[in-house]
């Protein structure tokens, strides 16, 4: 009885597939559009946030370069930007040993590698830093010698210089203490001072 | 508009009712002619549905006990037993469970309903079945009438029901606390005697019939109530007597059709009122008939319900698309509104920052040198020269003289510290952390004169320490080689022999290890 019914009624259940699936065409159509439309919204909104994020980048930026690129252009000039001076290093120190600042002295330069900071280019993004390693040994009258050794060095080396460590020692029989300015003992002295060049990471 | 068949044995009448309308009525007999006439009416149903209603005198209620068992097996049993009994009635019947056997096994006790003879309206079921007339159901009055028991009669116990639906039968129906027991038809004739008589005397039969098959006991009280129409009341009221086991109640039509829900009651007898009780019952819960009957009826309930799919998915898809058309449309502004606003700002780009692009992109570059640059500068004070003038000043505090340093090894140190003999002079600075970059330097000379004994080299060792523990920017210190460390934290490992002959102490040698602040180089 019951395939009968269906039988008899199977143009009206034809219908109804044919209305469900038109209707599903349809809303799926009318989706299709409506995403579309959220799409092109959504891009339209990537790139105003895009722009908008380039031009207070831009914006920021003008304010760094206000802020630091004549120091910038100064430290360029002098040389501790982009590349390392190593001659002028080597001037600065004969210029201080003819001064009388220093009696003698022995160096030695270990050539340049990368400065190794893990968190480096988070602190200081955009940048490479590269380090030479120099070894001096100096005879000295007294401990201010190498303070004014050191003062000469800063004052008229194109170069960034960090000491790094010092050994200062009377040799033989000490006469007099190291601390001691008028003290009668020479005393030696080996240092080892890092120099830093700094290179944009684009470069 | 709702069609009801009432079929009272050789009588069909069709109502017609609109919601709580009576709007007419046709009565047919089942005659060549009548039964013509009703093929005439039946061709001019363009559509709806009908239901009918049975009123005959060949329909049987018995009360039986079956045993207790599932759904399927009770029907194969009550099947059984109809074909038993009532061969031609397989299709003509219908039972519920009204209550269960206390004692034994529990049976079940059914009540079967039972049109004993189908032929009596199978012309009339012919006739609609040729002209593919939806028939939703049929009906038994007696068992519907339950319901118009439980709205008239306040008493619970024992009702009879007397209505009269044609002029020439008498219906009895018997209830215990509302539940149909048993009923019948008495044909009556009355150009013979009054209604009233004749409800006398049906009353007084069936009450005893009711006592003799234990429906009630023999002094049970029986509460009569008395369908019919208003001016007949008096009439029979002058017949039957209140007695102390009968009591009469009567219900004029017109009173009764407030009280069930319609407005208005054709003719003065009762089926009007069965037929709307009928037309307010559920539309696929009929007593009788075999399931082809009511296949036209399943068709049309079919169609409906997928004209019905058909309209809401319609209808739902249109309201969804439109919802998506305006939200697209609201989308749509928007995006203009944005591009609007992304062009402006662009224009705004090119007008102000465009030809400086290129120096822009070096920003960081430029600012990261320059704070490097810094970082590296704020170290000057982290020198040898620095951490020496420091370390004289401290000895020249402590007022110890006859201090001679014969070795210093300075290094920068970054972080705390723990033990000074694991600090590495040679370990690289980390300028991107934020540890405070100190100094760090191992110191050894010689304390004292070489005419200084035992107490003074003490007191001068105390002096120089007691100074250096009070200083702020002293970190940490530690003696490596001090032969008179006599500090109560520190280990004292020393050996001393008496020499008579020695004119110097030979204890003058130290070392320390310190680690001196750096001046909040960060």
Redesign the interface.
């Known amino acids: 009885m019951y395939k009968s019914i269906l039988r008899s009624s199977k143009k009206h259940i034809i219908s109804m597939m044919i209305v469900i699936i038109a209707s599903a065409v349809f809303v799926a159509t009318g989706y299709y559009y409506w995403n579309n439309k959220i799409e092109k919204k959504q891009s339209a909104n990537r790139g105003l946030q895009s722009i908008l994020a380039k031009y207070e980048l831009a914006k920021k930026n003008t304010e760094i370069i206000n802020n630091y690129k004549s120091k910038y252009n100064q430290l360029k000039a002098k040389g501790m930007i982009e590349s390392e001076n190593r001659l002028s290093w080597i001037k600065g120190i004969e210029l201080a040993v003819n001064k009388n600042l220093i009696t003698s002295v022995q160096y030695k330069i270990n050539k340049q590698e990368k400065y190794k900071d893990a968190g480096l280019s988070q602190s200081y993004p955009g940048i490479e830093v590269y380090m030479s390693n120099m070894t001096i040994e100096m005879d000295l009258l007294h401990e201010g010698d190498l303070y004014a050794f050191f003062n000469e060095l800063k004052n008229n080396v194109n170069g960034l210089f960090e000491i790094k460590s010092c050994d200062l020692s009377i040799p033989g029989k000490p006469i007099g203490s190291i601390l001691d300015s008028n003290s009668e003992s020479n005393m030696k002295a080996k240092c080892f001072v890092n120099w830093y060049s700094i290179k944009s990471s684009r470069a | 508009m709702k069609r009801i068949f009432y079929i009272s044995g050789f009588k069909l009448t069709a109502f017609h009712w609109q919601g709580k309308d009576f709007v007419g009525s046709y009565a047919f007999d089942q005659t060549e002619d009548g039964l013509g006439l009703f093929t005439k009416y039946l061709e001019s149903i363009k559509s709806g549905s009908l239901k009918i209603l049975v009123d005959v005198i060949e329909e049987d209620f018995i009360k039986e006990k079956i045993p207790h068992v599932g759904k399927n097996d009770q029907r194969a049993i009550v099947s059984r037993y109809i074909n038993r009994l009532y061969r031609k009635s397989s299709d003509f019947y219908t039972y519920k469970i009204i209550g269960r056997e206390t004692k034994g096994r529990k049976d079940d006790i059914a009540l079967y309903s039972v049109i004993t003879n189908p032929e009596v309206f199978s012309k009339w079921l012919d006739s609609i079945q040729s002209k593919q007339i939806p028939l939703s159901g049929i009906w038994s009055l007696p068992l519907i009438s339950e319901s118009i028991v439980k709205q008239i009669a306040n008493e619970s116990g024992n009702v009879l029901l007397v209505s009269q639906q044609v002029p020439n039968n008498l219906r009895q129906s018997f209830f215990i606390n509302g539940k149909f027991e048993i009923s019948r038809n008495a044909v009556i004739n009355p150009d013979e005697l009054s209604l009233g008589e004749y409800i006398n005397e049906e009353v007084e039969q069936t009450s005893r019939f009711l006592a003799n098959q234990r429906f009630i006991g023999f002094d049970e009280i029986v509460n009569i109530h008395v369908i019919c129409s208003s001016r007949d009341i008096e009439n029979i009221k002058t017949e039957c007597e209140d007695t102390p086991l009968k009591v009469y109640h009567y219900h004029a039509i017109n009173d009764i059709k407030d009280t069930i829900g319609c407005n208005e009651v054709p003719g003065d007898l009762a089926s009007g009122l069965f037929s709307f009780l009928c037309k307010s019952k559920s539309i696929i819960s009929g007593h009788y008939g075999p ?2 009957l009511f ?1 036209y009826f ?2 049309k309930l ?2 409906s319900s ?2 019905a ?2 309209f809401t ?2 209808i ?3 309201l ?2 439109i919802n ?2 305006i ?2 449309q609201v ?2 502004a ?2 203009v509104v ?2 609007q ?2 062009d402006r ?2 224009n ?2 090119n007008r ?2 465009k030809q ?2 290129s ?15 810094d970082r ?2 704020a ?2 004070n ?4 620095n951490f ?1 003038n420091k ?2 000043l401290f ?1 020249q505090k402590s007022g110890v003289q006859n ?10 140190n970054q972080g705390n510290v723990t033990k000074t003999k694991n600090i590495k ?2 370990a ?6 934020n540890k405070e970059i100190k100094h760090f330097a191992k110191i050894k ?2 304390i004292g004169s070489k005419a200084d004994d035992f107490g003074n080299a003490v007191r001068k060792v105390n002096a120089i320490l007691a100074t250096l523990d009070r200083h702020q920017s002293i970190e940490r210190l530690d003696i490596i080689k001090m032969p008179f460390d006599v500090r109560p934290e520190s280990d004292l490992n020393n050996s001393y022999r008496f020499d008579g002959n020695a004119k110097e102490s030979k204890h003058r040698d130290f070392e320390f290890h310190v680690v001196v602040k750096g001046d909040g180089n960060v």
């Open positions: 399931k082809e296949r399943y068709r079919l169609n997928i004209h799919i058909n998915v319609i739902i898809s249109i969804i698309v998506y058309f939200n697209s989308l749509e928007e995006t944005l591009n606003q992304k700002i662009k705004k780009y102000d920052y400086n692009e120096e822009l992109s070096q920003a960081v570059a430029i600012q990261s040198s320059v704070l490097f640059y590296v500068d170290l000057k982290i020198s040898p020269q020496m370390f004289s000895l201090i001679t340093i014969t070795q210093v090894s300075w290094s920068s002079s040679n690289y600075l980390e300028f991107s952390s000379g010689l």
